[in-house]
């Protein structure tokens, strides 16, 4: 049974950062591209940004690009999202996924974290 942890939502201002953190067992880090989606009410869930499981390439949404940056840590089997420069556009319930596509920038599998709670708001 394929587990993602999540941690490090909350609420920032504007141009503020954050990092997220998406922690698995070995495993299924060495499987699977890591992907970060978001969503808020009423809309569909939707991609952010992404890494490969050898952490050569990633992917991002246009909307943060230059803003997020996805990287993975091997030794802990977690990976991460820094988000800098946080907009009140960015707020959103953020989940990472395990397995998504990073060229057509979707989720490919129904492994997901719990989600976390991010809130840009001055």
């Known amino acids: 049974q394929v587990k993602l942890v999540e941690s490090g939502g909350g609420m920032v201002r504007p141009g503020e950062s954050l990092r997220l953190s998406c922690a698995t067992d070995?495993?299924?880090?060495?499987?699977?591209?890591t992907g970060w989606f978001r969503q808020t009410p009423g809309k569909e869930r939707e991609f952010v940004a992404g890494i490969s499981v050898g952490g050569d390439r990633t992917a991002y949404a246009d909307s943060v690009k230059g803003r997020f940056t996805a990287s993975r840590d091997n030794a802990k089997n977690t990976a991460y999202l820094q988000m800098n420069n946080l907009e009140p556009e960015d707020t959103a319930v953020y989940y990472c996924n395990a397995g998504p596509n990073l060229i057509l920038k979707m989720a490919t599998t129904n492994y997901w974290g719990q989600g976390t709670q991010v809130t840009v708001s001055s």
């Open positions: 070995a495993f299924t880090f060495s499987r699977y591209n």
